[in-house]
């Protein structure tokens, strides 16, 4: 079964609008990672957050960590039509032997 | 580099046909991965190599079989496709800490 729960599914917003999307996950975990997945290509990394850290930026990503409630968020600022993709989150389980779990994934559309 | 690399892009098959989906990586990893993913979902771990010379199931391995060739090669076999295994294949590698995906194989069953 998959580790990660996201919300929300789909997400639609405007040019220059902020994006939010939510990560949820079950068990002990060494990081949690983000990637997007534009249509019909592979997922490329964005962010990795270690289970010590609780914020971490780059670019125009901010991503936050909870490892109380389990969970994580990534906010994409000012968004962009090249934004447009699939978002996926991914979590490193404890003990997890470089394995990762990925969630179903929020897809996003940025509209000019 | 051409960093992680898979043949074919495209495939159709008849229920029970056999093939192999290749997969090679040029960045020296030492971990390499397949996942399909279904639509509307994330990605799922079929089998992983942690090293050259070993490989194990993930959470989805039942129909598939896996070849770590050799360090840069890890391939993908269904010895007896069925129409469940239709899905979108990808292969990845392992730097640091985070994974570098090929561009997927498309593969139908029918």
């Not at chain 1, 289970?51 to 109380?68: C, F, I, P, W």
């Not at chain 2, 989906?21 to 990605?43: E, F, I, K, T, V």
């Amino acid at each position: 079964s998959q580790q990660g729960e996201e919300d929300p599914q789909a997400l639609s917003i405007q040019e220059g609008e902020n994006a939010t999307m939510n990560c949820s996950y079950k068990t002990s975990i060494n990081n949690l990672q983000w990637y997007r997945q534009n249509s019909g290509r592979g997922l490329v990394h964005l962010i990795l957050i270690r289970s010590n850290e609780r914020e971490k930026h780059s670019g125009r990503l901010r991503v936050t960590l909870d490892t109380s409630k389990k969970s994580s968020s990534l906010l994409i600022t000012a968004s962009r039509a090249a934004d447009t993709a699939s978002y996926f989150c991914a979590t490193e389980e404890y003990g997890g032997y470089n394995k990762l779990i990925f969630g179903a994934g929020t897809r996003l559309a940025v509209h000019p | 580099n051409a960093g992680v690399t898979q043949t074919p892009k495209f495939q159709v098959l008849k229920t029970g046909q056999s093939m192999t989906l290749q997969c090679a990586q040029d960045m020296n990893h030492n971990s390499m991965y397949w996942y399909r993913q279904d639509p509307g979902m994330g990605l799922r771990l079929i089998y992983y190599s942690a090293s050259e010379g070993t490989t194990d199931k993930g959470e989805v391995p039942n129909g598939y079989n896996v070849s770590r060739l050799n360090k840069r090669e890890f391939s993908l076999r269904l010895e007896s496709a069925a129409p469940s295994q239709t899905s979108v294949y990808f292969c990845a590698s392992r730097g640091t800490d985070t994974q570098y995906f090929g561009p997927g194989t498309r593969l139908t069953v029918l």
